[in-house]
T-cell receptor, first 113, second 112 residues
Framework: NAGVTQTPKFQVLKTGQSMTLQCAQDMNHEYMSWYRQDPGMGLRLIHYSVGAGITDQGEVPNGYNVSRSTTEDFPLRLLSAAPSQTSVYFC????????????FGPGTRLTVL | SQKIEQNSEALNIQEGKTATLTCNYTNYSPAYLQWYRQDPGRGPVFLLLIRENEKEKRKERLKVTFDTTLKQSLFHITASQPADSATYLCALYYSSASKIIFGSGTRLSIRP
């Protein structure tokens, strides 16, 4: 198993550009989520999904869109990048949010100029 | 909104001593509380989970307690080693919304 994979590892954008951060898992997990991590602020939940076709907002959803058309993939879209979105983005998956281990991807480091 | 606080300052411990990290939360008690370890440049790795009706959980040198009255969890590493140096994150699961919220983490350094 590859586990949770994220692409790209690094990305530099200009303000106003859009892009999609990819996340895939091969463990047949129902639950997937996206977090951003900024210095001193820990992980903040952006969006999450409890299964294919179901998504919901987390703590900081503004400026981001998600969709879950398959169990395996959970892409995160930045609609119009802003410098405030400069961060490290982590995707995670688990069988359930509650009692199961959440597996994290290696992260995507995004810089918006 | 829910707030989670961890030791804001880094913790420096002598090798062999017990490290104790704190996680405090406000408002509603979560159904479950999890602890993760994160090394620089990497994603968090799950360590332990404790349910709201459990007082204590152990795994090798790790021990977690959960006090819903104090709204606090303590994470202990006994016989600490330099390899335990990392950032430790607590995370709370809220069943009403099926989501996991993280604290900001505590950086732990174990000196030889």
């Amino acid at each position: 198993n590859a586990g949770v994979t994220q692409t790209p590892k690094f990305q530099v954008l200009k303000t106003g550009q859009s892009m999609t951060l990819q996340c895939a898992q091969d463990m047949n997990h129902e639950y997937m989520s996206w977090y951003r991590q900024d210095p001193g602020m820990g992980l903040r939940l952006i969006h999450y999904s409890v299964g294919a076709g179901i998504t919901d907002q987390g703590e900081v959803p503004n400026g981001y869109n998600v969709s879950r058309s398959t169990t395996e993939d959970f892409p995160l879209r930045l609609l119009s990048a802003a410098p405030s979105q400069t961060s490290v983005y982590f995707c995670a998956s688990g069988n359930r949010a509650s009692t199961d281990t959440q597996y994290f991807g290696p992260g995507t480091r995004l810089t918006v100029l | 909104s829910q707030k989670i606080e961890q030791n804001s300052e880094a913790l420096n411990i002598q090798e062999g001593k017990t490290a104790t990290l704190t996680c405090n939360y406000t408002n509603y008690s979560p159904a479950y509380l999890q602890w993760y370890r994160q090394d620089p440049g990497r994603g968090p790795v799950f360590l332990l989970l404790i349910r709201e009706n459990e007082k204590e959980k152990r795994k090798e040198r790790l021990k977690v307690t959960f006090d819903t009255t104090l709204k606090q969890s303590l994470f202990h590493i006994t016989a600490s080693q330099p390899a335990d140096s990392a950032t430790y994150l607590c995370a709370l699961y809220y069943s009403s919304a099926s989501k996991i919220i993280f604290g900001s983490g505590t950086r732990l350094s174990i000196r030889p």
